[in-house]
C-alpha cells in the first residue's frame, strides 16, 4: 500500500477514543450531509440540491473522506438515477474552473476512449478532424494500469510540454486548430479527490460514478461535443460488451439532460489495437498512419470517429461523408503535416526524416516467431499491457516514472495464418533481462491453433 492510500485507509478506519459515539455533526452543512447520506443508504432518489451539497460540502472539508466513502459505495450499491448522475455531474463541473474559446474557433468538439492496450487513435485523429474544420482542445490522461495513456505516448516526444494553461491552450487552438493537454488542478478538482476515494473503496466500476467523471472532464473543456469510444474486451477497462453498452447508453443520456451533445461508439479491445504497444513505438505508428501507413483495424476506428465528430458538429450529413472527408486528410498529408506543426507548436519536434523519427529507442530487440504453423487465435491484450508495465512502459502507482522504449510491434495479428518460425513480433526492451523475460512471457499471451 502506497503513502497516499495509507493515509486515506487510516482517515477511513481510525478507531473511535475510549468512550466515544459515533455521532454525526450536528452543525451547519454537516448535518445535512448527514441527512443525505441516510437517505442514500435507504435508497431514496436525491435531488440536485442534495448532491450538490454532499459535493461543495466535501471539497471544503465539512464532509469527512469517511462520509464521502459512505455515499459512494451506498451509490454503487443501490445505483444512481439518471436524474442523480446528471446532478453529479453539474456538481463536479462546478468545482472548478471550464475553458471558454472565442466563437469564431466553433465548432469545438473532442474525442474520449475510456482506455486499450495501443490505443493510440488520438494522436492520429487529432490532426485528422482539424484538417477538417474541425477545433480540438484535447485534454487526455496518463496510463494507470495495464491501459496505456496519450500523455505518456506523447510525452516520448523530445521537448514536448502538456501542461499548458488556459491561455496556452487557447493560443495554440487558434492558431493550430488543437492542441494535447493535460488536466490541471482547476479543471473539475472534484473528480480527482472523489476518483482517489472510489480507488480506496472498490466503487470504481460504478457506471454512474464513471459517467459523471467522464462528463464533467469533457464539458469543462470548453466543447459543445463530444465522441466517446466505449471499449469492451480483454484489454479494455470493462471486458463485457453488455455492461459498456450500458455505459455508453447512460453518458448519451445523461448529454442530452445537460445540453451536452454526446455521441457514443461501441469498439471491441480483446487484441492490441494497431501493430504496436508501447509510448514511442505508439507515437511512431501514429506518425506511419498519418503518412498512409496505418494498419486497417487502426484506420478504419479513426476514420469512424473522425467521421462521428463531424456529423455530430453539423459539418456533414451523412458518416459516409465524413469518412471521405477524414481519408482525404490523409492522403493530401494535410493531417501529417498538421500534427508535426501541433507538436512544434508546444516545443517538441518530429523528425520525418530521421529513422523512427526522432524517438527514443531501446537498446535491446528481438523477434518473437511462431513456434508451429496454424492460426493465431489469440493475442492477449491484457496480458501485453501488463508486460509491457513490467518492462517499465506503465505504471504501478500514479508517480511511477515511465521508460518511453519498451514495448511490441506487431508483424502478425489474430485470424492470420504462421508457419514455423515466422515473426509475430518484434520485442523492444531497455536490457537483456527484460528482453529475455518478454520474449518467454509471450508465448502464454500468444495463442496458436494448428490446422
Not at 486548430?177 to 480507488?199: H, M, N, S
Request: proline share 3%; glycine share 10%; with cysteine.
Amino acid at each position: 500500500m502506497g503513502a497516499e492510500d495509507q493515509s486515506l485507509h487510516e482517515t477511513i478506519v481510525r478507531p473511535l477514543s475510549p468512550g466515544a459515539e459515533m455521532r454525526p455533526d450536528r452543525g451547519g452543512a454537516g448535518m445535512r450531509a448527514y441527512d443525505v447520506l441516510i437517505k442514500k443508504r435507504d435508497g431514496v432518489e436525491l435531488d440536485k440540491s442534495e448532491i450538490g451539497l454532499l459535493v461543495e460540502s466535501y471539497l471544503d472539508g465539512e464532509l469527512t473522506d469517511y462520509q464521502m466513502s459512505a455515499f459512494l459505495m451506498a451509490s454503487f450499491l443501490n445505483g444512481l438515477s439518471l436524474d442523480e448522475t446528471a446532478a453529479l455531474t453539474e456538481a463536479m463541473l462546478s468545482s472548478g474552473d471550464v475553458l471558454s474559446f472565442e466563437e469564431s474557433l466553433a465548432p469545438l468538439v473532442d474525442k474520449h476512449s475510456t482506455g486499450g492496450v495501443g490505443d493510440k487513435v488520438s494522436l492520429v485523429l487529432l490532426p485528422i478532424a482539424v484538417e477538417c474544420g474541425l477545433r480540438v482542445p484535447m485534454i487526455s490522461g496518463r496510463s494507470l494500469g495495464f491501459t496505456g495513456g496519450t500523455l505518456d505516448k506523447l510525452e516520448s516526444i523530445p521537448g514536448i510540454e502538456t501542461s499548458l494553461d488556459p491561455e496556452k491552450m487557447k493560443e495554440i487552438v487558434s492558431e493550430q486548430g488543437g492542441c494535447f493537454a493535460a488536466q490541471t488542478e482547476r479543471l473539475v478538482p472534484a473528480d480527482g479527490k472523489l476518483y482517489a476515494l472510489r480507488d480506496a473503496t472498490g466503487t470504481v466500476e460504478s457506471i454512474p460514478l464513471i459517467t459523471s467523471s467522464i462528463l464533467s472532464k469533457k464539458m469543462a473543456e470548453g466543447v459543445e461535443a463530444n465522441v466517446i469510444d466505449v471499449k469492451f474486451g480483454r484489454g479494455a477497462f470493462m471486458e463485457d460488451e453488455a455492461r459498456a453498452a450500458s455505459l455508453a447508453e447512460m453518458l448519451e443520456e445523461v448529454g442530452r439532460r445537460l445540453s451536452f451533445k454526446v455521441k457514443t461508439i461501441l469498439s471491441p479491445m480483446d487484441q492490441p489495437l494497431g501493430k504496436s504497444v508501447g509510448n514511442a513505438l505508439e507515437v511512431a505508428e501514429a506518425v506511419e498512419s498519418l503518412m498512409g501507413e496505418g494498419s486497417d483495424d487502426l484506420m478504419a476506428l479513426t476514420h469512424r470517429l473522425v467521421a462521428e465528430m463531424l456529423l455530430l458538429a453539423g459539418r456533414v450529413e451523412t458518416l459516409e461523408r465524413g469518412v471521405s472527408l477524414s481519408k482525404e486528410a490523409i492522403d493530401s498529408q494535410r493531417a501529417l503535416e498538421r500534427f508535426v506543426s501541433i507538436v512544434e507548436a508546444q516545443g517538441g519536434r518530429i523528425d520525418l526524416e530521421k529513422e523512427g523519427f526522432g524517438l527514443p529507442r531501446a537498446d535491446f530487440i528481438a523477434s518473437f516467431k511462431a513456434g508451429k504453423s496454424g492460426l493465431i487465435k489469440g493475442i492477449d491484450a491484457r496480458g501485453i499491457g501488463e508486460l509491457l508495465r513490467e518492462m517499465g512502459g506503465g505504471r504501478f502507482r500514479a508517480g511511477d516514472q515511465i521508460d518511453p522504449a519498451p514495448g511490441f510491434v506487431f508483424e502478425r495479428k489474430v485470424g492470420e495464418r504462421v508457419a514455423v518460425n515466422d515473426v509475430i513480433c518484434e520485442v523492444h526492451a531497455s536490457d537483456e533481462s527484460a528482453l529475455s523475460g518478454a520474449v518467454s512471457r509471450l508465448r502464454d499471451l500468444i495463442e496458436i491453433e494448428a490446422l
